[in-house]
């Protein structure tokens, strides 16, 4: 009885503490040890291990040493237009930038987190632009982006379109909730394999198909584009129905009446969409594509499976790439790798919910 | 199948007493040994086979435990080094000994071997008793499968184009030429004329050595084909390696639309299903070849050592020179071959930290599975994954018939395994620290690059010479380069 | 109201406001079928190869069993009988793992949830930087210079306590509920990979590797941030009058959370629960770097299947099968928690 009494008054701490405590030694230890590894050279020794401090060797060995064409990738020439879209991208950001200034309500930390993510989505711009001209080729980290920008997007476009078509009253809705929910509870793994299956052109169920059109001599394993393209299908398939989902139901709860009101003025599907159904799912919208960036940025599974990461390194991840240094033991490598991806995962999706996610919120309110 | 397992299990029980040199039967009750391997049925499939006959015999339980090809290396390093020792026993490929060793997590062997008279070392071949299983002079592995890579071709199809079995990598494309885009299996399709494993993470990285090895090495197995064993300069930058890679890459046009993904098990399924008139492999597709329930191609598969070149690196220049009883003392015909003995044949290790009950039932288990009453069954079955590696599996024929393969093709398929073994010029797999940094990581990302067409074959030398360099200077190039002249048998 | 309309009217139009067209109707359901089989085929595809033979395989698609091609259950067979025991023992640590870190999750999940929604915290800058200076301190006497752990925790926790009342008096900015809810979810994004090395290098000390716990313990963490982000939202939309009557009548916090809130929420608590399992049923990464014999999961065995002898599609198959089965099943069973469950708390973000 005492100890019961004990925890009500400490309840405060009593419910909140083993979470915090279990995230801190799961988060900030890793994190801290991790940074300490990626700055460090890993090697077995008898009857154990060795970890000798070297600086950021394993970072700059990533950025300009050996491993830049595999990291970054191989630098290609720039285009007239690319130097137009990369002019256009910096006055962007710079005005955006400035409208923040001139707001008025700047904050210290707004400013420096702003300046932050403005620079490495210029950077990143600049990178992809530079790799995937001519000569150049995308090492893991613009692949990575590829997935997860391209990936996201066409989820989300193929999700938004079929939950705007469905909205409506019809029957049996709830089958297909349940079958579309069946995807996202299917290993990763599982689904890689299967599409594996699916996707070849000799044994698979539409080689037929591919024979048709005459493309049994077709392979989208050797062509880079083709295979991350059936990397993005098998993540599609997973993923498509959860924004579908999540959208739909967003999609239900917007105000009916303004809908009615408005199509007995003669509005039109298009002007009650742009102005009461996507204003009323903004925020939602901005929710679930926060959750997939969280999620997309970890792919590896499906790359893995399909292809080894190949043709060459056209199909291979941050993740993967930093599993297979982890495979042959040079463990700041990966870490160094694991540290990059968590630098542009965290300033992406930070900036994601502040500059975005917020303020679909605030119009809200 | 059934059957024939029953009778060896009954078979074993006579085999019992000869076990008592390490335990008698059932001593070994209620003892469990964890055994990792990759992932079967190959290799897997027979330990997890006779595992119970074992288990009824000695009373040792095997867990077989399987990981993924990729990961077998690491996951049993960090297994050991990390202390869990969550595993007992292994079978793994000798070449990563090397690293298991040095460290000190492997038990040795030799004491155990030689007290076991049911081994019958004698009838092990030399090259996998005297330089697979052992380390420094002592042993530490069991081998349970004899590995070579071979090129397969189809009998059939040669006969029919008047072409004979290839002796240079010139012949070979030039088969592969004349054969590609004719119907193979009589399904009216166009098949292809050479199927190579090249996908990333997988294989690759020994298909290009087995046929770098006739350009490079032609003074004999303690030449070596990685690195000159006078500086440790990597030997991938020069004229013969650029050849080896000009007909890899040349393969590329004869061979299936999506060769560049596909790892040996296709390219094994692609070639017994009748789809290919040439293959590269090791001893595998002997027997694959004649199973009933899969093959297409029974008694149509000719085996023939790895073709060579009859131009040779000198090693002083970088350049390509013509082979004359100089620069080729080995070469027959004028053509210099070098069998490249891929891998070294999957082998049984134990770790030392475990109990000594468990150690002893691993050895015995080992053993066991080596001993010629189940070997000389194993390596005649293609899912068992084990190729010959013992003298009298080479001698009695009457195995090989009985398994389904016609007398002539036996007499081919043995003959080519032997004259492998036999040859002085040998090429030997990278046994030094890191090698699977060597080769999995630097030598396979180039190769694949290249075939991708993401680089050319200059810079995929350059690449492959400059990662070498840095993974010498990052181990220390004397102390790498003593590891490997140590096991090239070099001073 | 109008009788007579034409029959471009009637396939084009609604009958009345809030219906539909019959047209847009059926294109409607054409579009949900073709979805539909676009979900469904993979897994009949899965399904059907995992009653074929090899032949049946490699000699090019058939359909269907029966029809194209006699069934067989020889995959069946080799997975269950000459398998056994070693596709038994991963089935068997993955329903144990899932289970043990679902439940543990939900519990410290909600109870944090519970938490944040009804109890005002306030953290102040000051004790975080502490914190965080004190562990880099403890990890660097640990990692570099050999001090024992346990000795640098405890000297670590020691200094924190020490420190903590002038610290806070000098940086006094505080965090609020929301910001302990960001940190939470924001613990999501990193990557695991980044957190496994980590994690082994923490689980060989505390002798943990290759065991259920260690596994549990492992996936509770990385799953708690989506229960408390889910299950706050549920809560926040339970009235706060109840809760207030049964405190005057002398319930403790803990008490009214168990026997009135969780009960109430129990839809959201569901299709958490389900969400969490599934997670945790299916994790690959973490399980390939923290398991080796003993404790290895399901997808290692379902990735394992890719051999050298090619990929063992109809084991394979099998495999995957046997994994998504349970899955199905019990969202089935529970399709009603989770219809107005995960969608009532996604939607709400």
């Not at chain 1, 700055?39 to 990533?62: D, E, M």
């Not at chain 2, 294989?203 to 084909?225: D, H, L, P, R």
Request: proline share 5%; with cysteine; glycine share 8%.
């Amino acid at each position: 009885m005492r100890l019961s009494a004990w925890a009500d008054r400490q309840a405060a701490a009593v419910m909140i503490l083993p979470a915090v405590l279990i995230l801190l030694a799961f988060s900030l230890f890793p994190l801290l040890a991790s940074a300490y590894l990626a700055l460090s050279r890993f090697s077995l020794a008898a009857g154990g291990y060795k970890i000798r401090f070297v600086g950021t060797r394993n970072f700059a060995k990533l950025l300009i040493g050996s491993e830049q064409f595999h990291f970054l990738g191989t630098f290609g020439r720039l285009s007239v237009l690319d130097y137009l879209i990369l002019g256009l991208a910096v006055a962007s950001c710079g005005y955006g930038l400035w409208r923040y200034l001139a707001g008025g309500r700047a904050g210290l930390l707004g400013l420096a987190g702003r300046l932050i993510a403005g620079l490495l989505a210029l950077a990143l711009l600049a990178l992809a632009l530079i790799v995937l001209n001519a000569p150049g080729f995308p090492g893991s980290l613009v692949v990575t982006l590829v997935y997860v920008v391209a990936g996201v997007a066409l989820q989300f476009a193929l999700g938004l379109g079929l939950a705007l078509l469905c909205a409506q009253p019809l029957k049996g809705r709830n089958f297909f909730r349940i079958v579309f929910f069946i995807p996202l509870m299917v290993t990763p793994v599982g689904i890689a394999y299967a599409f594996r299956m699916l996707a070849d052109m000799g044994k698979g169920p539409f080689a037929p198909i591919w024979q048709l059109f005459g493309l049994a001599q077709f392979s989208w394993a050797s062509d880079p584009w083709s295979a991350r393209l059936v990397v993005m299908i098998g993540d599609a398939w997973q993923w498509t129905p959860f924004l579908f989902l999540v959208l739909l139901a967003a999609i239900e709860n917007q105000p009916r009446d303004q809908v009615e009101a408005a199509r007995i003025d003669g509005a039109s599907s298009f002007q009650i969409f742009r102005d009461i159904t996507w204003p009323a799912i903004a925020p939602v919208a901005a929710t679930v594509v926060l959750i997939r960036l969280i999620e997309a940025f970890k792919i590896i599974d499906l790359p893995n499976v399909l292809t080894n990461g190949g043709p060459g390194i056209a199909t291979e991840s941050l993740t993967l790439h930093a599993f297979i240094a982890w495979r042959t033991q040079d463990l700041g490598a990966s870490a160094a790798v694991g540290y990059s991806l968590l630098f542009v995962a965290t300033v992406t999706c930070v900036a994601f919910f502040n500059l975005v996610a917020q303020r679909t919120r605030r119009h809200e309110a | 199948m059934k059957l024939r397992a029953w009778l060896s299990g009954t078979a074993m029980v006579a085999m019992a007493s000869l076990l008592t040199s390490v335990g008698q039967a059932k001593d070994f009750d209620g003892v469990t040994v964890n055994v990792m391997t990759f992932t079967g049925p190959q290799i897997a499939e027979p330990l997890q086979r006779r595992g119970p006959d074992f288990e009824a015999l000695t009373g040792a339980k095997i867990n077989v435990i399987t990981v993924p090809f990729s990961d077998l290396y690491t996951k049993l390093l960090t297994d050991w080094a990390s202390g869990t020792n969550s595993i007992d026993a292994a079978v793994f490929a000798p070449q990563w000994m090397v690293d298991y060793v040095g460290p000190g997590y492997l038990e040795d062997l030799t004491d155990w071997a030689a007290a076991d008279t049911a081994l019958q070392a004698d009838d092990i071949a030399p090259f996998f008793r005297e330089f697979s299983q052992t380390y420094n002079g002592r042993t530490y592995l069991l081998t349970l499968d004899g590995d070579f890579q071979m090129v397969y071709y189809r009998t059939d199809l040669f006969a029919e184009a008047g072409l004979t079995a290839p002796a240079t990598w010139d012949d070979y494309l030039n088969a592969a030429k004349t054969l590609h885009g004719k119907d193979m299996n009589g399904d009216g399709q166009g098949d292809y004329g050479s199927c190579i494993a090249k996908k990333r993470n997988a294989q690759s990285y020994w298909m290009i050595t087995s046929v770098a090895g006739g350009f490079i090495q032609a003074k004999g197995t303690s030449e070596g084909v990685f690195f000159d064993s006078a500086s440790m300069a990597p030997l991938v930058n020069n004229e013969a390696f650029g050849a080896a890679l000009d007909v890899y890459t040349a393969t590329t046009q004869y061979g299936p639309p999506d060769e560049i993904n596909l790892d040996v098990g296709d390219t094994r399924s692609l070639f017994t299903t009748g789809r290919c008139a040439l293959t590269l492999d090791w001893g595998d597709i002997g027997t694959l070849a004649i199973d009933p329930e899969n093959s297409k191609v029974i008694d149509k598969v000719g085996s023939v050592m790895l073709p060579g070149s009859k131009k040779v690196l000198d090693r002083a220049s970088g350049k390509l020179v013509d082979c004359d009883a100089n620069t080729c003392p080995h070469a027959i015909d004028g053509v210099n071959r070098a069998p490249f003995a891929a891998f070294g044949g999957w082998s049984g290790g134990i770790n030392k930290a475990a109990d000594a009950k468990v150690k002893q039932a691993a050895y015995a288990f080992f053993s066991y599975m080596s001993q010629p009453a189940q070997s000389n069954v194993d390596v005649t079955i293609g899912k068992t994954g084990f190729n010959p590696y013992r003298i009298s599996q080479f001698d009695k024929i009457d195995q090989w018939t009985k398994a389904g393969m016609s007398e002539a093709a036996a007499k081919d398929y043995l003959g080519a395994i032997k004259a492998s073994l036999d040859s002085p010029n040998m090429v030997l797999d990278l046994r030094i620290p890191k090698n699977q940094a060597y080769q999995q990581v630097v030598l396979d990302t180039a190769i694949a690059r290249l075939l991708a067409g993401e680089i050319d074959k200059t810079a995929a030398m350059q690449a492959i010479e400059a990662g070498w360099n840095e993974l010498n200077e990052d181990e220390g190039v004397d102390e790498q380069l003593g590891f490997y002249k140590a096991t090239l048998g070099q001073k | 109201m109008t009788p007579a309309r034409s029959l471009h009217q009637r396939l084009l139009e609604p009958a009345d406001v809030g219906a539909m067209a019959p047209l847009a109707k059926l294109a409607c359901y054409g579009l949900l079928g073709l979805w539909t089989i676009v979900v469904l085929f993979p897994l009949y595809w899965l399904l059907v190869t995992s009653v074929k033979l090899p032949i049946h395989v490699d000699a090019g698609p058939v359909y269907l069993p029966f029809v194209d091609f006699m069934p067989s259950g020889h995959a069946w067979r080799y997975i269950f009988v000459e398998l056994g025991n070693d596709t038994l023992r991963p089935y068997l640590n993955s329903v144990i793992i899932a289970l043990g870190s679902t439940a543990l999750a939900v519990l410290f999940g909600s109870l944090a949830a519970y938490a944040l929604v009804r109890i005002q915290y306030r953290v102040t800058v000051g004790s975080i930087l502490a914190f965080i200076l004190i562990l880099a301190g403890v990890v660097a006497a640990a990692w570099r210079f050999g001090v024992p752990w346990p000795l640098a925790t405890a000297i670590g926790l020691a200094l924190f306590l020490l420190f903590l009342g002038s610290l806070n008096r000098h940086l006094k900015q505080a965090l609020g509920n929301n910001d302990i809810l960001f940190w939470m979810i924001s613990n999501r994004i990193m990557p695991p990979v980044v957190a496994v090395l980590p994690i082994y290098i923490m689980f060989q000390q505390l002798k943990l590797l290759d065991t259920h716990l260690g596994l549990i313990i492992t996936y509770m963490a990385v799953n708690l941030p989506i229960v408390v982000w889910l299950m706050r939202d549920f809560f926040a939309a339970i009235p706060v009058d109840l809760e207030e009557s049964a405190q005057i009548d002398g319930a403790s916090k803990l008490r009214i959370l168990f026997t009135i809130v969780l009960p109430l929420a129990r839809a959201g608590l569901v299709a958490c629960t389900l969400l969490v399992l599934i997670l945790a049923w299916n994790e690959y990464l973490l399980a390939l770097f923290l398991s080796t014999a003993d404790a290895q999961t399901l997808p290692i065995l379902v990735a394992a299947q890719n051999a050298t002898r090619g990929p063992q599609w109809w084991y394979m198959s099998v495999l995957i099968v046997i994994m998504i089965a349970p899955v199905i099943l019990i969202t089935v069973l529970l399709q009603r928690f989770i219809a107005q469950g995960i969608l009532v708390g996604a939607v709400k973000g």
